[in-house]
């Protein structure tokens, strides 16, 4: 195989690359731990019944969903550029450690769904669960009269003589 000579401009312009590249990954990989890690939160608070936590992880849960999208949106480029630069030029691939955080992130993409779908099932059966109760529920108001109401006949006009 013929040697590849690459100019110090197009080594270090391949090594910024490769070092935003695999920054860029390991910060969607701390993204999708702390994604996993409230998505677990979440389920104790759905085995605990409690809403309000629910709720809370359901909006921290939304941001993540969101800093993980604005996230990979610079990561598609920046892996465009990598696979142009890197790995179709042929260099050795043995020190190249994308390769691995690529597979951590789909074993985390994984763990994340996962969790994510037992969430969503726990949810649901809560749900479930829920539905009959407030379907019975009867407002002990609901035949009252308003006292603001009133339904007696009175004059709508006075007159005032003097």
Same mark, same amino acid.
């Given at each position: 195989?013929?040697?590849?000579? !690459?100019?110090?401009?197009?080594?270090? /312009?391949?090594?910024?690359?490769?070092? *935003?590249?695999?920054?860029?990954?390991?910060?969607?990989?701390?993204?999708?731990?702390?994604? !996993?890690?409230? !998505? /677990?939160?979440?389920?104790?608070?759905?085995?605990?019944?409690?809403?309000?936590?629910?709720?809370?992880?359901?909006?921290?849960?939304?941001?993540?969903?969101?800093?993980?999208?604005?996230?990979?949106?610079?990561?598609? +480029?920046?892996?465009?550029?990598?696979?142009?630069?890197?790995? #179709?030029?042929?260099?050795? #691939?043995?020190?190249?450690?994308? +390769?691995?955080?690529?597979?951590?992130?789909?074993?985390?993409?994984?763990?994340?769904?996962?969790?994510?779908?037992?969430?969503?099932?726990?949810?649901?059966?809560?749900?479930?669960?829920?539905?009959?109760?407030?379907?019975?529920? *009867?407002?002990?108001?609901?035949?009252? *009269?308003?006292?603001?109401?009133?339904?007696?006949?009175?004059?709508?006009?006075?007159?005032?003589?003097?």
């Amino acid at each position: 195989m013929a040697e590849l000579i !690459l100019s110090q401009e197009e080594l270090d /312009e391949r090594i910024a690359i490769l070092k *935003r590249y695999r920054a860029l990954l390991e910060q969607q990989r701390n993204k999708f731990q702390e994604y !996993l890690s409230v !998505l /677990e939160k979440q389920t104790a608070a759905i085995s605990g019944h409690d809403t309000e936590k629910v709720a809370v992880h359901t909006q921290l849960e939304d941001q993540l969903v969101a800093n993980l999208a604005n996230l990979q949106k610079v990561i598609s +480029p920046m892996e465009k550029l990598y696979e142009e630069k890197y790995v #179709s030029s042929g260099l050795p #691939s043995a020190a190249d450690p994308i +390769p691995d955080l690529k597979n951590e992130l789909n074993r985390l993409k994984e763990r994340v769904l996962m969790q994510n779908q037992l969430n969503r099932e726990m949810i649901q059966e809560r749900l479930i669960e829920t539905k009959p109760i407030v379907q019975n529920f *009867r407002n002990p108001y609901s035949k009252a *009269r308003s006292i603001y109401a009133h339904q007696d006949q009175s004059a709508h006009l006075v007159s005032v003589n003097s």
